[in-house]
């Protein structure tokens, strides 16, 4: 056999070969009328087009089909047609031809047509039609539309000839009305297309004697569904396929649809059905697809048991945006009803958000194969539900706001049947084990998680890992369509090109010890550094504090009100504690009756130096400046003056009383020392001892000037 077969594949296309050095070699006559005409020679079609082409060319001997489209072919005669004698015409189309007269003899000698197309020819009438058709042998499908038609002649398609026609279009006219007793002759008529004229009503009586099984009522003016039954009650035909989209129904009863027992599909997409009512549909038996898409903005209500059907297999309710959580008492029974489903489509609708509904519209589905819940608005994956659907091979989840799930058990824990997941367009951003386990994704034939913003992760290695092991799962538009979005340094990155190794990911694989590290390394990094600035700039950093602590404290109350605990804060270098021991303590303490903060003596034990500066401060009512040398170079002193000349600007130069203990290098002078030197009068130290008493009655003077000022007040 396998022989035969390849001897066969040999020889198919060296016949074809023959034959076609045959047709171009030998029959150099007959080429392509290329000016006017395309021509393709594997599908036996020729197409021309032009208004300048006025009669028929000689086309090549290959042709099969003929199609003229907007030429100028205004009377149409077996003469006119000589040309395509002598080919093996099967299909002719002349459409926008402008054909005015259609001679009954025309297509005699066409005897292997089957097919015949006479469109947008507005000026031919159709009463032109019927002796035509009553002289073309073998004539099994006939298209006369957009002919802006209005009326049919009631015997348009009586003849002899009518009775090999299984097809029928009269699509696109303006056609009003129609009888079933125009088509009574045509024995072997299937299928009558009707869409898109003007029809209101039906009279489909007559019909019986044909073998009618699809007709198509698209877009027409119906408001309701017209009537199938004859005079008798009886049906008019074994209607199989109804098409009725488009129309203007309002109103479904059960009987609405009598008459059609034969009826296997029906169609009403686009109508304006306002509720769907319990058991609309029980009278069609045999009914086994069911399309309501776009009904939705009539659509109110949908009732429990709207659908029921145990003949049903294909429901498609799809793009209708209808909110299912308006009627939540019809979940149980929105299905229920429905034993042979094997296809339901809800893509476009809002289902319901907990589990608890989703579980209740979908469990009685036992024989659903395909579950398709595309732009349904859910936000999880509903546990328990799935696992009630035994036979369940193809699930489609696109475009969700499905972000991850966790309890891969009740998901698609005990789902063994299904092949086919689509989950593309969500929002999931990692897939591990516990999304899916791994048995369960091998088991699948097609997995699509295309357009998800995946985080390239150490925690998505699993996955990774998993979609290069794959080996009987088809991952649908891989890698083109599997994009990295987290980290940032990530984005756009394909899936493909992120390989974790595992020494990578050893110790950040496990997202608790990663974010253990994470939540210990990376604060304590922070801590050392911090620690670490702090230490380095202890001292700027504390005197920074203390500036705005002070601040915050506040100098402004007046000194008038303050009841302080020393007379002066004594401000020295530890160079010159000699000069504060013994003499400035005892002439201004002992002699002078003063009392003096000096921190070496004064400072609380155990308090930190910044704050027994600030508060010894606060309780000083003035200030004494030694300045030295020594004084300039130490760091506490130059804290000290700040807080001086904080404390100066907010209560007055007058607080302050300077000694200067021996001649600076006014060059060298920090600015702050500088400005205080600028402002305060300051008293220059003496070595002899008059110089020295001046020195000390002049701070006594100032420091009592103050206090007795006060006193006055
Ligand atoms: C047949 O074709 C030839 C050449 O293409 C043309 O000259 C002739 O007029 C055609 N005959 C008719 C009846 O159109
Ligand atoms: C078409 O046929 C009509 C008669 O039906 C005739 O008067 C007219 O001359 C014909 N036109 C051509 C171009 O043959
Ligand atoms: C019509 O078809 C038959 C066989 O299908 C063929 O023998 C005959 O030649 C064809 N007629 C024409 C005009 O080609
Ligand atoms: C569903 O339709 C059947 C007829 O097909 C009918 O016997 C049954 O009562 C209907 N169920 C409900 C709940 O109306
Ligand atoms: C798996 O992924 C989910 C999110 O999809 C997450 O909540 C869970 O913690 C992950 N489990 C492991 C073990 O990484
Ligand atoms: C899976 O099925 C087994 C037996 O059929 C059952 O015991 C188990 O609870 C089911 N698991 C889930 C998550 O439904
Ligand atoms: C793939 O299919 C073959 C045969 O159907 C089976 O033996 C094999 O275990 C499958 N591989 C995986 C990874 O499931």
Known sequence: MDQVKRTLILLVPLVFFQTWLHCVALNPTRPCPSKQCKCLPDSKLVNCTGRAMTYIPVLPSYTRVAVFTKTTFPNITAEFLSNLTSLNIRYLSFVDTLTEMLDSNAFVNLTNMTALEISRNYKLSPAMISPMLLLTPRLQSVRLTSNNWQIIPEDMFKGSHSSSIHT????????????????????????????????????????????????????????????????????TGKYKTLYLQQNDLRDLKASSFQCLQFLR??????????????????????????????????????????????????????????????????????????????????????????TDSLRKLFTSLNKLQKLVLQNTALKALPPNVFQHLPNLRSLILIGNYINGWNDDPEVFGNVTSLRSLYLDGNNIKLVNKTSFAEKFLNSLDKFCITNNPFSCTCDLKWFVDWIKSAKNTTIV???????????????????????????????????LIRNICIAVFVPSTFILIAISVIYKFRFWLNYWLHILGIKRLGYTRTRDDAVYEYDAFVIYSNDNRDFIFGDMVPELEEKGGCRLCIHERDFEVGQYIMDNITRKFEHS?????????????????????????????????????????????????????????????????????????????????????????EIDN
């Open 168 to 235: 029928v279009s009269l699509s696109n006219n303006a056609i009003e009305s129609i009888n079933g007793t125009y088509f009574s002759s045509m024995l072997n008529l299937q299928t009558l297309y009707l869409p898109n004229n003007k029809l209101s009503n039906l009279n489909l009586s007559g019909m019986e004697s044909t073998s009618i099984s699809y007709i198509n009522l698209n877009n027409n003016n119906f408001r309701r569904i017209p009537s199938f039954c004859g005079p008798d009650g009886h049906p």
């Open 265 to 354: 599909n029906l169609y009403l997409d686009r109508t304006f059905i306002e509720v769907l009512r319990r058991n609309t549909f029980v009278n069609l038996v045999k009914l086994q697809k069911l399309s309501l898409t776009h009904i939705g903005n009539h659509l109110s209500r949908v009732e429990g048991f709207a659908f029921n059907s145990t003949s049903l297999k294909y429901l498609y309710f799809l793009n209708n945006g209808y909110k299912f959580e308006r009627f939540p008492w019809y979940y149980g029974t929105m299905f229920s009803s429905l034993p042979n489903l094997m296809l339901l489509d809800l893509t476009g609708n809002v289902l319901p958000s907990e």
């Open 477 to 511: 538009n891989y890698p083109r369509r599997y994009i990295c979005r987290f980290p940032p340094e990530m984005n756009n990155v394909l899936l493909m090109d992120y390989n974790p190794t595992t020494e990578m990911c050893l110790n950040v694989n496990y997202p």
């Open 621 to 709: 009512k003035n200030i004494i400046l030694v300045l030295s040398c020594g004084f300039l170079t130490s760091e506490w002193c130059k804290f000290e003056l700040t807080l001086t000349l904080s404390k100066t600007s907010q209560e007055g130069p007058g607080v302050l009383t300077v000694i200067l203990l021996e001649e600076l290098d006014t060059a060298r002078l920090p600015s702050s020392v500088r400005a205080i030197l600028d402002t305060v009068s300051y008293t220059k130290w003496s070595v002899d001892k008059v110089g020295q008493n001046k020195v000390w009655a002049k701070v006594l003077t100032a420091l009592n000037v103050h206090v007795n000022h």
